[in-house]
């Protein structure tokens, strides 16, 4: 099939029967770089950005909005909270105006934003983070499509906030977070046969289509940082691997190149492996290199091997399915089980099956279509 990214081959080594069995390889590079200023990267060369950025108004990120500029300290020194927050803020938008420069015309962007609270001078108020992100992003050009909420349900003991069970005077605890979805200009294009094609093969399932753009997540926890560096720890603004794996699978094709521009300790980029897809990551933190490498490595365990999960999760919906009599109408050609919809019938999963690591900034994963896992096969008679 040739070349479909730069960096990225999708190569046909034979075919057996309606399977083909294929070799794709994909690349992953990280700069270690402020990405305010991703000169890296060319105009119109990113299909798909994921990130969650530092939260501004949250204590853990005080210290590095001050780093970046001055006046963050000057405001919050004068307990100006709202000129705080806007502070903060306008060193984000240079990233929203660099990640709009590098998608290509239809392009995503998921930026997973929680609001924030706080007490300033004994006045209570909530920042409303994805709201100042939404609107600066309109105001460069972005499209705002319907978000996700991110349910990250709390069991603290403390976590009421206020005046404990006596009315007029306590507050609802937050515990949702967003991921805002974000389009530059119009619907993305598929002109040629091998895109088309690899659409089509990028398929998600029918039942995780219901699941995946449902607008409320219950389902994912939020991610303990487990860093042993004290700063390394304040520095890396962790989401479950589930999230970005989603994201990925939910609006990017096979190959299609996918940027982090607040990388963090790599979970985009692990989550782009996985999915097969290339990856470009920004983190202005040396310290966090060996963080990256471990979770980038994770991917090739076989117990994190998110694919293999997914084909399960399927056998379990085609079993619950042929029990209540509901029509499987569909045969998915690579794998001869059966599927719902038409669309599903070249869906193809792949596993990574080999890392190589030409230097601490540059990755390449060779990457096998995954395995069924399945201990029998679900339609013998």
């Known amino acids: 099939m040739?070349?479909?990214?730069?960096?990225?081959?999708?190569?046909?080594?034979?075919?057996?029967?309606?399977?083909?069995?294929?070799?794709?390889?994909?690349?992953?590079?990280?700069?270690?770089?402020?990405?305010?200023?991703m000169t890296q990267l060319a105009d119109n060369s990113i299909d798909?950005?994921?990130?969650?950025?530092?939260?501004?108004?949250?204590?853990?990120?005080?210290?590095?909005?001050?780093?970046?500029?001055?006046?963050?300290?000057?405001?919050?020194?004068?307990?100006?909270?709202?000129?705080?927050?806007?502070?903060?803020?306008?060193?984000?938008?240079?990233?929203?105006?660099?990640?709009?420069?590098v998608l290509k015309p239809g392009g995503f962007a998921c930026i997973n934003i929680g609001d924030a609270t706080r007490t300033i001078d004994d006045h209570f108020a909530l920042y409303t983070n994805h709201a100042r992100i939404l609107s600066a992003a309109t105001q460069i050009g972005f499209t705002s499509l319907p978000c996700i909420i991110w349910r990250k349900q709390t069991n603290a003991p403390n976590k009421f906030m206020g005046s404990g069970m006596?009315?007029?005077?306590?507050?609802?605890?937050?515990?949702?977070e967003y991921i805002l979805i974000l389009r530059k200009n119009g619907r993305r294009e598929f002109k040629t046969a091998e895109d088309k094609q690899r659409r089509r093969e990028s398929a998600i399932f029918w039942e995780e289509r219901n699941h995946w753009f449902s607008d409320v997540w219950f389902d994912l926890k939020g991610t303990t940082q487990t860093l042993a560096d004290a700063r390394e720890r304040k520095r890396s603004a962790a989401f479950p691997f589930e999230l970005a794996y989603r994201l990925i699978n939910m609006f990017s094709l096979l190959t299609d190149p996918v940027l982090d521009p607040f990388m963090g300790t790599g979970t985009t980029m692990a989550a782009a492996m996985a999915a097969g897809r290339c990856s470009v990551g920004y983190e202005a933190d040396k310290n966090l290199i060996p963080a990256v490498h471990k979770t980038v490595r994770g991917v090739?365990?076989?117990?994190?091997?998110?694919?293999?999960?997914?084909?399960?999760?399927?056998?379990?919906?085609?079993?619950?399915?042929?029990?209540?009599?509901?029509?499987?109408?569909?045969?998915?050609?690579?794998?001869?089980?059966?599927?719902?919809t038409n669309q599903e019938r070249w869906l193809r999963l792949h596993v990574p099956a080999d890392l190589i690591q030409a230097d601490e900034t540059r990755f390449q994963v060779t990457h096998d279509m995954a395995p069924m896992p399945f201990k029998y096969n679900l339609f013998d008679n």
């Not at 960096?7 to 402020?34: P, Y």
């Not at 399927?314 to 089980?337: S, W």
């Open 48 to 101: 798909l950005m994921v990130t969650s950025p530092p939260y501004p108004m949250i204590e853990m990120w005080d210290n590095l909005f001050q780093k970046l500029d001055s006046s963050v300290k000057k405001c919050l020194s004068r307990r100006d909270g709202p000129a705080a927050f806007e502070a903060m803020h306008r060193l984000l938008d240079p990233v929203w105006q660099e990640s709009f420069r």
């Open 2 to 37: 040739g070349t479909v990214n730069k960096g990225c081959k999708f190569i046909d080594l034979h075919s057996h029967g309606n399977m083909v069995e294929n070799l794709m390889k994909t690349v992953h590079s990280i700069h270690f770089a402020d990405a305010r200023r």
């Open 300 to 340: 090739m365990l076989p117990t994190d091997q998110a694919a293999a999960r997914r084909l399960i999760q399927h056998q379990t919906f085609v079993e619950q399915r042929l029990a209540a009599d509901k029509p499987l109408k569909y045969i998915n050609e690579p794998y001869g089980f059966p599927v719902v």
């Open 166 to 176: 006596l009315p007029a005077g306590a507050y609802v605890t937050l515990e949702h």
